[in-house]
């Protein structure tokens, strides 16, 4: 059955289109991924799907009985209502649907007619058809599933919406969404704010319910997982593929190759009877140069392939560093809990090193620590002989946002002219007039590459990189997978992309229930070891690091951890600010509680009550600022 269909959409921007009389049918129980470069037009494809934008030509046709729901970016919360509330909210239907089942119950039980009993009874057996299709009857046990599959805690429940972060309010957003089970999911990169275990929770949770599905992500993992059908958007039109991402991988390969030959052939062909033309039009053979002359206006020309490209991205032969890059020697660090402790290891030259783990476990903090930027608390690091370290951090703070492009990406230990920077440019596809805009005013996938080619620009030996992959589309990430697999030089980097860490990564640091488990492979090993039992698979813990002993362990020993709390955007550096001054005023309140000459009864009452709450907001502060660590 045909729930949508889409006839001659057209969208313009400008002089160019960006749809082009595009058209294609949906069906039920199908799972579309919508792929293509960035600014193809993905996300506008969808708000016109939605009903949310109008396009400028053609059509879309919903099915009479279908319901349509879309994962808006910018979400809208009531004040005042908690996170609970918004689920319970999106089953609203349901809940009416239940309220009236009871009322014709009770009416069937109070009306002796049976002409009524019998009209009354076909709409009650309808409903209860209906409610026991979409499991009405354990809404509950559905919102709890939904909410904490997506990671929220229980205690976070009753927590206020306006209190959560932008990327928690994104998660309740597609919290609603999935409860409200529309009968066709648009989605607009889902995973953007979930860590690796609620992504892998929703692509279960999709394919179990074998929802009919549009989805724009670039997670290669989630598209391979959930989707069965493959639309690319480029230069305006759309390509049809059967198939997961992989599948159109394939299959675009085997196009291209026929595409070129066949094209390669009729090049050949016409340029031979062009040939022919212009060398015997006014010699003795003019009657067969004027044949050729007319099936050459004839013919019906082959387009030249359309490949979709990026840029080449490249990373220079670094110098040469001692064996060891780095060592950590029994690194641990805490705020309130410990993020990790007795981390032990060596980064060998040439290693390719990546961490992972669940949003707010501290990740950031680690690598920061393993840079000397935060400090340690027990524990210390040591740089090898000749490391020269280049940090890509997740802000982008690398670069300068005020300057242009091309002084942005000036390094200050060399001379590098400007044809050099912007030749260095052009490899991670910034050029023409673009390197003269500023930093600022470029889009998000525009600055991640200004800020990869300033780190090429500064000939280090080691490359920290922090979520490298945000605002990269599917090529670009492909690109840059290959230029770190190709440098010579040494790679620590921090990312939620899978595909990524199995395309780069040969050692891996998982940050899990409160342990770190230090692995030799990518993140297939990584499955493989979950698969096996040698370590805890993450769905059966909480989605961050507990009150435990965070310290390297053996395979069999992980415990539980405790549930992250859930806090509003703040700046970190406004959030350190705070945990010192906390930490200060306990401190102080220790040493006043200690005090020999303490005798009258309600001032130690007065501390103690203020040192207790003191300690509580520590603790807050200290969570807060993990979330802020991560995801700001």
């Not at 996938?445 to 990189?465: I, K, M, T, W």
């Amino acid at each position: 059955m045909i729930l949508l269909s889409v006839q001659d959409i057209s969208k313009h921007f400008g002089p160019e289109p960006v749809l082009d009389r595009i058209s294609f049918d949906v069906r039920k129980g199908e799972r579309l991924s919508v792929v293509g470069p960035n600014g193809t037009g993905k996300t506008t494809l969808l708000k016109i799907l939605a009903n949310r934008e109008e396009p400028d030509g053609g059509s879309r046709q919903l099915h009479p009985t279908a319901r349509i729901g879309y994962l808006e970016q910018r979400p809208e919360f009531t004040p005042g209502r908690t996170v609970w509330q918004e689920a319970l909210d999106a089953l609203r239907e349901l809940v009416m649907l239940a309220q009236e089942a009871e009322q014709l119950a009770q009416q069937l039980a109070a009306t002796p007619d049976e002409t009524q009993r019998a009209r009354l009874g076909r709409r009650f057996d309808d409903l209860q058809h209906e409610l026991h299709r979409r499991d009405a009857y354990h809404l509950d046990h559905k919102i709890e599933r939904v909410l904490a599959g997506l990671g929220f805690p229980a205690e976070s429940f009753q927590q206020e919406v306006t209190q959560l972060s932008g990327g928690q309010q994104n998660r309740l957003l597609l919290a609603r969404l999935l409860l409200e089970d529309p009968d066709i999911l648009l989605l607009d990169e889902p995973s953007n704010h979930l860590d690796l275990q609620a992504t892998r929770w929703l692509e279960d949770y999709l394919v179990e319910t074998s929802q009919t599905l549009l989805v724009v992500s670039h997670d290669r993992y989630f598209l391979d997982k959930v989707t069965n059908r493959t639309l690319e958007l480029f230069q305006g039109t759309v390509d049809q593929y059967a198939g997961n991402f992989s599948a159109y991988q394939h299959q675009k390969a085997e196009r291209l190759e026929v595409q070129r030959r066949t094209f390669a052939k009729q090049q050949t062909e016409i340029a031979k009877m062009e040939d022919f033309v212009r060398r015997h039009h006014y010699g003795q053979k003019h009657a067969q140069a004027e044949d050729r002359r007319k099936k050459l206006e004839r013919i019906e020309r082959v387009e030249a392939p359309r490949e979709i490209t990026a840029p080449p991205m490249w990373f220079p032969a670094p110098t040469r560093s001692g064996d060891i890059v780095l060592r950590a020697e029994r690194l641990g660090k805490s705020f309130a809990r410990p993020l990790f402790q007795d981390l032990t290891l060596d980064i060998l030259r040439g290693e390719k090193w990546a961490v992972l783990g669940p949003n707010g476990c501290g990740k950031t903090t680690l690598i920061r620590c393993l840079l000397g930027d935060v400090q340690a608390d027990t524990g210390r690091v040591v740089m090898g002989a000749g490391v020269k370290v280049a940090y890509f951090d997740q802000l982008l703070q690398c670069i300068d946002s005020a300057q242009t492009v091309v002084e942005a990406i000036r390094p200050t230990h060399k001379e590098f002219v400007e044809r050099e920077r912007r030749e260095l440019l052009a490899r991670f596809g910034i050029t023409g007039d673009m390197v003269f805009q500023s930093v600022e005013s470029l889009s998000g996938g525009e600055r991640n590459r200004a800020a990869l080619a300033y780190l090429a620009a500064l000939d280090a030996n080691l490359l920290v990189l922090d979520e490298p992959t945000n605002h990269l589309d599917l090529w670009a990430r492909g690109a840059l997978e290959s230029a770190l697999r190709q440098f010579a030089g040494t790679v620590l980097l921090v990312s939620h992309d899978r595909y990524f860490l199995n395309q780069v990564a040969d050692h891996l640091i998982v940050m899990q229930s409160g342990q770190l488990h230090l692995i030799t492979g990518n993140y297939d090993t990584y499955l493989h070891l979950v698969s096996q039992g040698l370590i805890p698979n993450p769905a059966d813990s909480s989605h961050t690091t507990g009150e435990r002993d965070a310290r390297p362990k053996r395979p069999g020993r992980e415990r539980p951890a405790r549930p992250k709390r859930q806090f509003p955007y703040r700046k970190v550096v406004d959030i350190e600010h705070d945990i010192q001054a906390c930490e200060s005023r306990i401190i102080e309140l220790h040493q006043n509680l200690a005090s020999p000459d303490l005798r009258d009864g309600r001032h130690i009452k007065e501390l103690t009550t203020e040192l207790q709450a003191q300690e509580k907001q520590l603790e807050q502060l200290l969570a807060h600022w993990e979330e802020a660590s991560e995801l700001n």
